[in-house]
């Protein structure tokens, strides 16, 4: 079906059991995998050092694949910034080639997002996604996944993305969140530009070169591993930079893999939703199925969508894309 270059950015495969899944999954879905020569490679916590991963990249460009999809996220993209082939990277997406990533993935996607209006697609990496079992992924957090093997939204998501038939996504909304809409219209944002990813991803970005200065977007946001006092310190510099406010929307997607304790005396996530919206007039909706979860949809960072609430589903629109 589709030509599918993998290939390692950021942190190293430590779980190999996981990565020949995935590449088993995707060939039994019958496209045609190509990996790179080191999509295995280790160097400290990395995929390689920083030369090795630019050129894994500058590999994964010039490759000519329907997608290209990484290993997995961790850390290690903020640190090539600077060297990334950014214009390779948006002509490979301007001739087909569909990024898809999520985590630490973010920082790629919003740094072509500032250069210009290429679209890339917030997705599952290869281990976490694809390569999932009926036992965790050990990859430092990186995949927690579901009994008997890849999330069926998510195969079934990008297939739609590998098709060409991707138009959106809904999700049921909380009846906290219809009750904070009352009195707004259906339509929450016409042609707006989606974009977004990890919350820290996003929030390192910040006054950087590969920021990228989205007014009248929808933004949304996901986060794992982080207690919601962080998770409320990294919306605040959003908040009180102004970035919240410019949007017509804020999504939260899945905040997973954190423990409160006996210090927080009721303070949750919920508790760091509510004191966002009351001191931000756009809306703020949760539930969005996105994030370092087995189920997960696919979005199109830097597309046009529509945000429409009807009753308790909230439809993110996007049309056709090619």
């Not at 290939?7 to 190999?16: L, N, T």
């Not at 195969?155 to 909380?174: N, Q």
């Amino acid at each position: 079906m589709a030509h599918i270059y993998v290939y390692s950015p950021s942190g190293a495969v430590r779980d190999r059991a996981a990565f020949r899944r995935g590449i088993r999954r995707l060939q039994a879905m019958g496209h045609e995998v190509e990996v790179d020569p080191d999509a295995l490679a280790a160097w400290q916590r990395f995929a390689g050092d920083d030369a090795t991963r630019l050129t894994a990249i500058e590999r994964a460009a010039a490759s000519g694949a329907d997608v290209a999809l990484i290993t997995r996220g961790g850390y290690g993209l903020s640190r090539l910034l600077p060297q990334l082939p950014w214009r390779a990277l948006a002509r490979a997406a301007e001739r087909g080639t569909r990024w898809v990533g999520f985590s630490d993935f973010t920082v790629l996607q919003l740094g072509l997002l500032a250069r210009g209006q290429t679209v890339t697609w917030a997705g599952p990496a290869l281990c976490e996604g694809f390569g999932a079992s009926d036992a965790a992924d050990a990859a430092e957090g990186h995949g927690a996944v579901k009994a008997g093997g890849p999330d069926e939204i998510m195969l079934a998501c990008f297939d739609d993305v590998v098709s060409g038939a991707s138009e959106g996504t809904g999700w049921r909304l909380p009846a906290r969140d219809v009750a904070t809409l009352a009195g707004r219209p259906a339509h929450l944002a016409r042609h707006a530009p989606l974009w977004g990813g990890n919350l820290a991803m996003v929030q390192s970005l910040l006054g950087t070169p590969w920021w990228p200065e989205v007014k009248g977007g929808v933004l949304f946001l996901e986060e794992v591993g982080e207690h919601p006092y962080r998770v409320e310190r990294m919306l605040l510099q959003l908040l009180h930079a102004g970035v919240l406010a410019r949007q017509k929307a804020v999504l939260l997607g899945q905040f997973t893999d954190y423990r409160l304790n006996g210090h927080d005396r009721g303070y949750t996530l919920a508790k760091v939703v509510e004191q966002l919206r009351s001191q931000l007039k756009v809306p703020v909706l949760t539930g969005l199925p996105f994030g370092h979860t087995p189920t997960k949809v696919l979005l199109p960072v830097g597309a046009e969508v529509d945000l429409l609430v009807e009753g308790r589903e909230a439809l993110v629109l996007w049309g056709h894309m090619h």
